[in-house]
């Protein structure tokens, strides 16, 4: 009885173990992105927005970035279009690959927005005019939104636009301080 036990029971019941186990992985790898080869170094990605998504039209990916190399546990460091590290290790849940090759720009073709200065135009066909970081005044330009890199910058000028706005219009007269005293 034993033996019929150790020779086909057991045998069985281990296959059976194995083959769920087997199932269970990869439905884990394929649920949780895990990849088997990871993404190679200098592969284009983009990575979810989850960090400033706060609106339905919001981007729903931010990028591309540069792979740069792989951490211990899985995440992946990545550079931006002016080699500058991405502040955080990005896991694989967050990132969309867009090409394997290495198609960033030369760095002497990306240029930093030091700040947008006004803008004209009508919605959504707004071009700003840009202040470049480390060129002189000369160098400003009009650039339409789809050429910056990230849409922080324009988010940052239309706050400062509405807060001078909502300033300017409450239609009241500014409060004047009156330093005299009244003689009585």
């Known amino acids: 009885m034993l033996d019929l036990i150790d020779r086909i029971i057991v045998p069985a019941i281990r296959d059976q173990i194995m083959k769920t186990q087997d199932k269970d992985s990869k439905y884990f790898r394929k649920r949780h992105r895990i990849l088997e080869n990871p993404y190679p170094v200098g592969s284009t990605v983009m990575i979810k927005n989850i960090e400033n998504k706060n609106r339905k039209t919001d981007p729903n990916y931010e990028g591309p970035f540069c792979v740069h190399g792989h951490s211990r546990n899985g995440s992946y460091i990545l550079t931006d279009r002016t080699n500058s590290f991405l502040a955080r290790d990005v896991p694989t ?25 006004n803008h ?65």
Request: aromatic share 12%; glycine share 4%.
């Open 93 to 117: 849940q967050q990132i969309k690959l867009i090409s394997t090759s290495d198609t960033r720009d030369n760095p002497s073709n990306a240029y930093v927005v030091e700040a947008i200065i």
């Open 120 to 184: 004209k135009g009508s919605a959504p066909n707004y071009k700003y005019l840009v202040k470049w970081k480390g060129y002189s005044e000369d160098w400003n330009s009009w650039k339409p939104p789809s050429l910056f890199d990230s849409p922080d910058v324009v988010k940052q000028y239309w706050a400062r636009v509405n807060a001078n706005n909502s300033k300017a219009s409450k239609g009241k007269a500014p409060k004047a301080l009156s330093t005299r005293e009244i003689a009585t």
